[in-house]
């Protein structure tokens, strides 16, 4: 057991290596998230005029949420993932991982977990210099539950982001190309992930479909969570949900990882 650690242990840090060694491509992506959020405040503020609230949700509350994704999309989203996988694959870079005892998915979620620390450390930066001008705007709740179901809600969140990632790029082994794919998801995670608006500003019976839906838990599920746009029952519900679709992604993964290999192998991958 010992053993296996090691091995994951090796790839995150050769991960955390080739991400420090871009570094840079991620400070200035965080910079440019702050024309971003600039947009964010000059359109939800637009919408605020002449009334105090939309949703049950002040302005305040609104743009604390979407601070809060934007932060989060650092630290739990699945940049490019996928692509990467794909890329492995498509060059027989995946063979290597045929002949020695290595689960290929902890490999690549190792790599993953890596990234995701250098990039969420880094946005700290553009962070701490936009503080001072959006202190004013932000306003969190301070629930002691809360503190407790993020963990557990954050790392489910990180688990279907790189499942959904890590399934787009095990299509490589049937498709030569998977960007259309990963385009169309992209499009739908923005809408049913809340991205583009809080989900509860959705009609009440869409709403609860999209609650059945992995997107749901991919980013705003945690987001909810800590700006307040949900409560104790509604939070526990969702992380039995969650688990649930983290289950069945991983399934999933398994699945097209064997069915995947057999077609490589067939056509002499």
């Known amino acids: 057991m010992i ?25 200035v992506r965080g910079f440019f998230s702050l024309f971003h959020l600039a947009v964010v405040f000059i359109l939800w503020g637009a919408a605020f005029a002449g009334t105090e609230k939309i949703g049950g949700f002040d302005l305040r509350q609104t743009l604390t949420y979407f601070i809060t994704l934007l932060v989060l999309q650092f630290f739990i989203s699945a940049f490019n993932e996928d692509y990467q996988i794909s890329e492995e694959i498509r060059n027989g870079l995946i063979n290597q991982f045929l002949l020695k005892p290595i689960n290929y998915f902890l490999y690549r979620f190792s790599i993953f977990v890596a990234a995701r620390l250098v ?3 880094l ?8 503080l001072p001008f959006v202190h004013d705007s932000l306003t969190f709740p301070v629930d002691g539950w809360r503190f407790a179901v993020i963990i557990p809600a954050l790392t489910l969140s990180a688990l279907i982001q790189f499942s959904i990632a890590y399934c ?35 009609p009440e019976s869409v709403y609860r479909v999209a609650q059945f839906l992995p997107f749901y838990y991919q980013m705003y599920f945690p987001g909810a969570i800590i700006t307040g746009r949900i409560d104790l029952t509604q939070a526990l519900q969702g992380l039995l949900i969650q688990t649930g ?3 069945a992604l991983l399934l999933l993964n398994q699945l097209l990882w064997v069915r995947g290999l057999r077609r490589h192998t067939a056509v002499g991958g």
């Open 119 to 121: 990039t969420g450390a």
């Open 123 to 130: 946005i700290l930066l553009p962070l701490l210099i936009a």
């Open 3 to 27: 053993a296996s650690f090691e091995k994951y242990r090796q790839a995150f840090l050769v991960g955390l290596q080739s991400n420090i060694v871009y570094r840079w491509n991620f400070v």
């Open 245 to 247: 679709w983290v289950i």
């Open 168 to 202: 787009f790029g095990m299509l490589t082994f049937w498709f030569l190309e998977i960007q259309g794919f990963v385009i169309l998801s992209m499009a739908i995670e923005s809408v049913l992930g809340g991205q583009l608006f809080p989900l509860d500003l959705l």
